[in-house]
């Protein structure tokens, strides 16, 4: 009788620590899962991002990205847009570890998966640029590029984003 109950016990904790936490980064299949928005395998440990969006039934379901410029323009193509994420992760650019992008500092000029050149960091530093920063920098360099736009995620120019 207590078999049976301590097998429960360990079974429902095994299931536990298998599933998606609910909050937070998950862990990431390098080299063999692909970005939500491009596709590309993501491999670049120090420039990739999550993005944790509410689903109907009450969980969340996060999405991986190989560099925060994919993160943003898909955010935008998206109903709700950037309020849609609940989280949004990005990996620090010089040890790799995960950090909230809407706290995070931004440094430009980074050689990233879709060059979109930022890197993030915890810490600001002079010549780093805020969340909002590198958001308007993403969406412009967007607009003025039209690069990495797809048939299925384009920026809306009636919504301001796009060509004019």
Known sequence: MWLRGLASIAITLLLGACGDPGTGPVEVKWDRETCERCRMVLSDRRHAAQVRVGEPNGGSRVYPFDDLGCALIWLEGRSGGIEAASE???SDWRTGDWIDARTASFVPNQITPMQYGLGAQPDPAPGTLDFAQARDQVLEAERRNQAHTTRETPLDP?????PS
């Open 158 to 162: 009636s919504a301001g984003i796009g």
């Open 88 to 90: 949004i992760w990005v």
